[in-house]
């Protein structure tokens, strides 16, 4: 084949992907992942915050590697409340992955700084509009708390897991309780420009 005849093939696929918006899609691919490679440079959240708002850390009933069958550990945290009560991101990070699967149901998974990967499962529906790729905060609404996948039968509640890329860890040491806007008490806001100083007692 003609080098010529190459050129014209060449040209008439990028104006396709072009015009298809293919190309699009690709960059928005690669920014999504340059995005995300910078994620994992950074340092881990040490502080989550509770996905449910009105949960208290001290509600939770800790069944970190609680036997599920004989052949499985509970590798995360139930968090029970209301059907359809709304599930807030626990950090800063992309929506990874929204998707089903027999045990989690309804599963939306978040990747955050160092790239953990926060796993928010059997929800009854998923926040509309949520797509992969969307940046979200803690205040964002991934979903709402439901009994899919395994948890059918069950009470209602969040199944939440934490991956390192060393596998699960516990998230519940982790966990922070949300406090009501304005309850903030003796902290006034600090300037950007002040430091913190460390003072011996
Ligand atoms: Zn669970």
New binding site residues.
């Given amino acids: 084949m003609k080098k010529g005849t190459w050129l014209v093939g060449l040209s008439v696929l990028v104006f396709f992907l072009l015009v298809s918006g293919v190309a699009g899609s690709i960059r928005d691919t690669a920014v999504f992942y340059l995005h995300v490679a910078k994620l994992y440079t950074q340092t881990p959240d040490s502080r989550l915050s509770m996905p449910l708002e009105n949960v208290r850390k001290e509600q939770i009933a800790d ?1 970190w590697q609680a036997p599920r069958g004989t052949s499985r550990r ?1 590798e ?3 968090i029970f409340a209301a059907k359809g009560t709304p599930i807030l991101s626990a950090t800063p990070g992309y929506v990874y992955n929204i998707g089903e699967n027999n045990l989690g149901g309804q599963t939306v998974s978040v990747i955050g700084k160092g790239g953990r990967v926060y796993y928010y ?1 059997h929800l009854d529906a998923y926040a509309p509009r949520l797509k992969e790729g969307d940046w979200v905060t803690t205040r964002t609404i991934l979903g709402y708390v439901g009994t899919t996948g395994n948890a059918q039968g069950t009470p209602p509640h969040l ?1 939440f897991g934490v991956y390192t890329s060393d596998g699960a860890i516990n998230p519940l040491p982790l966990l922070s309780d949300r406090t009501a806007p304005n309850s903030a008490q003796g902290t006034p806001p600090r300037r950007a420009n002040q430091r913190l100083v460390s003072r011996k007692v």
């Fill in positions: 069944t509970h995360g945290q139930d499962a199944h």
